[in-house]
């Protein structure tokens, strides 16, 4: 027995320090030194928009020109000029929905940091947990991730979303916003059933209610906490309303979890009631609610389309052309992969899940903005970033291929102007096990 438990306890012990061990050793990128000049590139610009042969101008981490072929071009002084012949720039990607920076290894606890203790947390913000060393943001710029919407998770109300650069010494270095919104879980209202569910259909019913009642009293509490305040300054400082206060005077939106169409209808009914200015976060039955959310002009952010049909009936090609059905609704929407805590580590797979959108039938451009100007815009970062436009943050990729194309291979980009390392612990392993086959003669130096 004592030498089972030595055993066990040595490898604990191997798994944490493998998980300490995980850590980003690139160097973060200084401040832009002189002004930068890109041309003769194919550049997408996010709006829908493609300029062959355009230019691309910024200093001090802003876009000054975007210009096409034949229009001048004012190139300041000691600019450094980048030839992007055959090449192709767009914005940096913008994952709305994640955990990247909140876990590093799901199996290891003591590295996942993505939820509060407690079900009504609404002063957790997602910022001051990310880690600015982790080794999975690395991989997520390498695919063109350069922006993301980190989202605490767990119970009803697990706090508020920030937006993040993927770049930076420490998260406050990283914030772009720390409070972009709250988050809400809206409970499932319809039972499930499943051989691993052990409730009743009317336990759940009772669940469901209990957990609706717990955020609506909150927000109840919240805004007598409001009147209170405003007739007595001296009254005791709440954090958790103060907290809320921004989203339930509509400045910020409420970002409502809800799948299924009675979740959706009831959660969305509920926001409306009580004031809020919700964006409806999953919506795998958006469609069906597609008058609802129209008519309120509801956005949703989409999380993911690879992923299997909410329903055994539905037809297989239903996450995929689900956006392209939106679009035809005049439902206002956006793509995210939904990365949890399983998911943080396949961020840089971003684009393929849009990509997976033009292969039934939407257009590349249409697909690139909802992963760049459109994810920018519900994360209230629109008018700074998503786009490459005169006045915006140049936060950019210089890649190889279309964004959205399978083989698409960032050659460099840039965050505020900044020029970042594309290099990760992914790159360093192929080049390592490059290294060998060549000197085992398996390939030669053209590969």
């Known amino acids: 027995?004592?030498?089972?438990?030595?055993?066990?306890?040595?490898?604990?012990?191997?798994?944490?320090?493998?998980?300490?061990?995980?850590?980003?050793?690139?160097?973060?990128?200084?401040?832009?030194?002189?002004?930068?000049?890109?041309?003769?590139?194919?550049?997408?610009?996010?709006?829908?928009?493609?300029?062959?042969?355009?230019?691309?101008?910024?200093?001090?981490?802003?876009?000054?020109?975007?210009?096409?072929?034949?229009?001048?071009?004012?190139?300041?002084?000691?600019?450094?000029?980048?030839?992007?012949?055959?090449?192709?720039?767009?914005p940096g990607f913008v994952s709305a929905v994640t955990s990247l920076g909140l876990v590093e290894v799901n199996a290891v606890r003591a590295t996942v940091d993505s939820s509060e203790v407690g079900a009504v947390t609404p002063e957790v913000r997602g910022a001051v947990a990310v880690n600015p060393d982790s080794t999975l943001i690395p991989v997520a710029r390498t695919g063109g991730v350069l922006t993301a919407g980190v989202f605490p998770s767990g119970g009803a109300i697990p706090g508020r979303a920030s937006v993040m650069r993927l770049d930076g010494w420490t998260w406050e270095d990283m914030t772009i916003d720390d409070a972009a919104g709250l988050i809400i879980n809206w409970p499932r209202v319809r039972p499930f059933n499943s051989p691993f569910v052990r409730?009743?259909?009317?336990?759940?019913?009772?669940?469901?209610?209990?957990?609706?009642?717990?955020?609506?009293?909150?927000?109840?509490?919240?805004?007598?906490?409001?009147?209170?305040?405003?007739?007595?300054?001296?009254?005791?400082?709440?954090?958790?309303?103060?907290?809320?206060?921004?989203?339930i005077r509509g400045d910020d939106p409420v970002f409502l979890f809800a799948q299924e169409y009675e979740q959706i209808v009831s959660g969305i009914s509920w926001a409306l009631d009580k004031g809020l200015r919700p964006i409806l976060v999953g919506g795998a039955d958006a469609l069906l609610a597609a008058d609802l959310l129209k008519s309120n002009d509801i956005p949703v952010i989409l999380t993911g389309t690879h992923r299997l049909p909410g329903r055994r009936d539905a037809p297989v090609e239903e996450t995929y052309t689900l956006p392209i059905e939106l679009d035809a609704a005049g439902v206002q929407w956006c793509l995210s992969t939904g990365g949890g805590s399983f998911g943080a580590a396949n961020e840089r797979n971003l684009p393929l899940h849009?990509?997976?959108?033009?292969?039934?039938?939407?257009?590349?451009?249409?697909?690139?903005?909802?992963?760049?100007?459109?994810?920018?815009?519900?994360?209230?970062?629109?008018?700074?970033?998503?786009?490459?436009?005169?006045?915006?943050?140049?936060?950019?990729?210089?890649?190889?291929?279309?964004?959205?194309?399978?083989?698409?291979?960032?050659?460099?980009?840039?965050?505020?102007?900044?020029?970042?390392?594309?290099t990760n612990k992914q790159t360093e392993l192929r080049d390592k096990y490059r290294d060998k086959y060549r000197q085992l003669g398996l390939i030669d130096d053209d590969h």
């Open 1 to 90: 027995m004592n030498h089972t438990a030595s055993s066990i306890a040595a490898g604990a012990c191997l798994v944490l320090a493998g998980a300490a061990g995980a850590q980003d050793l690139v160097h973060k990128a200084p401040p832009q030194s002189r002004p930068v000049v890109i041309e003769h590139a194919t550049i997408h610009t996010g709006t829908g928009d493609v300029i062959e042969n355009g230019t691309i101008v910024f200093d001090d981490g802003v876009i000054t020109q975007v210009v096409g072929a034949g229009q001048r071009v004012r190139t300041p002084r000691n600019a450094e000029v980048i030839d992007a012949t055959g090449k192709h720039v767009f």
């Open 199 to 247: 409730q009743s259909a009317e336990e759940q019913r009772k669940r469901s209610r209990e957990q609706i009642e717990r955020i609506t009293t909150m927000v109840d509490a919240a805004r007598a906490y409001y009147a209170a305040k405003d007739a007595d300054p001296t009254i005791e400082t709440d954090l958790r309303f103060e907290a809320m206060r921004d989203a």
């Open 354 to 422: 849009a990509a997976a959108c033009v292969a039934y039938g939407m257009t590349p451009e249409r697909a690139l903005r909802a992963i760049t100007l459109d994810a920018a815009r519900m994360l209230g970062v629109g008018d700074r970033l998503g786009s490459i436009e005169r006045g915006k943050a140049a936060t950019l990729v210089i890649a190889d291929a279309a964004p959205l194309d399978y083989t698409m291979r960032a050659e460099a980009a840039f965050i505020d102007g900044r020029r970042i390392d594309l």
